[in-house]
């Protein structure tokens, strides 16, 4: 079945009825329409394709409890206004489980079913309710964020002017020392003042704004983050190209959205050590198109998503709420800053990035909205 069928199924139906697919196409709610009788899905929005993460061509032809499993409640909806007692029923509800979609948990959303006349069709629209919670929490979380850095900013600089001091007395210090035995105290000094200079300097370089604005394809990007992972990764790993090629040159600060990528593959790489013994180690480069979106409350027609998606382990259950807060580490030796300075960096181009985790499965998600040049900051 296709958007075809639909239409031929609508020219059948009222008069206006040929240009529903196009109407319902922009609609910012995910929306599917299947027929009645056969219960097959003969046509899906674009919303709904971004909230199932499947395209169009997957889901239609499939049937409606392929995509929402058994939901007695939204069973009950559908043979209400399938039987005629009304036209349409609108009520709150929990989606379980959409195949495919990038929540792979339950979302509770506001869901309205309602009878095409004449027509045979039923449409389902969901919009999940959650949203307004969520990004309130996004934004309190954002903030907290946000206070973190700049404390951490203010204690960088703070350490950072009398470091060169403390290291170049040290190095004075080892020329006047009369004992070569002693050197090895002034050497701790240095090497671990140089360790520190490195921290602060990490702490202190998402202060740098994107600054070198230019279009480029993303695609590109991510083959240098896969060779550069794959390069210190080169046994037992794959990481797997899903990129939508139709995806237009994004306008950005191409170097910092590597660093923001790499980062974050770096880690997945890390975490995969168990899995790359036995050879089964996977991470997964995903681009798609994303349409009307709303990141920081600004709302954009269009923005690039691009997912990483690693089989491993998880985030640890007691850092994952804080994962993008600096010096939050769950690793032996880890700074705790690769996910901070992604975050920022991605924040300068107006993005958003979250990660959803659970045992073999963690992903990553980053969208950058498409934005007109004389706005890019
Ligand atoms: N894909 C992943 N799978 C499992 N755990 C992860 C994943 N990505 C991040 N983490 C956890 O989040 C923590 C924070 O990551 P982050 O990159 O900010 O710091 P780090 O890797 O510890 O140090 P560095 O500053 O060197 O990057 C990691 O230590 C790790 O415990
Ligand atoms: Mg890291």
Known sequence: MSAGLLRNSFK???????FFPTLLDQMPNALVVFEAKS???????????SALDLS????????????????????LMIANVQLGQTSAQRQEMTLHSLPGSIHQESIPAHVVVAMFDDADLI?????PI?????????????????????????????????????????????????????????????????????????????HRKAHNMELFNVHE?????????????????????????????VLGDRE?????????????????????????AQIELKTRVARSVTIAKQRYKMAMDLHVIDNGPGIPANIRERIFFPLVSGREGGSGLG????????????????CDSRPGCTNFHIQIPYRKREKAS
């Open 12 to 18: 059948g139906a009222a008069s206006a009825a040929p």
């Open 130 to 206: 959650d949203q307004q919670l969520r990004s309130e929490r996004d934004e309190r979380v954002t903030q907290q964020v946000e206070a973190n850095k700049e404390l951490m900013r203010n204690l960088a600089h703070e350490i950072k002017n009398p470091l060169g001091g403390i290291r170049g007395a040290a190095q004075l210090l080892e020329f006047e020392l009369p004992e070569k035995g002693l050197k090895e105290y002034t050497q701790v000094i240095i090497k671990e003042s140089d360790r520190l200079q490195t921290l602060v300097d990490r702490l202190l370089a998402p």
């Open 221 to 249: 990007a991510l083959e240098r983050v896969r060779s550069l992972v794959l390069a210190e990764f080169p046994k037992g790993l794959r990481i797997i190209r899903n990129y939508d090629t139709s995806l237009p040159d």
């Open 339 to 354: 996910l901070t300075l992604a975050q920022t960096f991605v924040q300068h181009h107006q993005g958003s990035i979250a």
């Open 56 to 75: 169009r061509k997957s889901l239609e032809g499939q049937s409606v409890r392929d995509l929402f499993g058994d939901n007695p409640p939204l069973n």
């Open 39 to 49: 219960q097959l899905l003969v046509y899906v929005n674009p919303a709904a394709e």
């Open 256 to 280: 910092q959205l590597i660093q923001a990528v790499l980062n974050i593959a770096h880690n997945a790489a890390q975490a995969l050590s168990d899995e790359i013994d036995k050879g089964t």
């Open 123 to 127: 449409m389902i629209e969901w919009f």
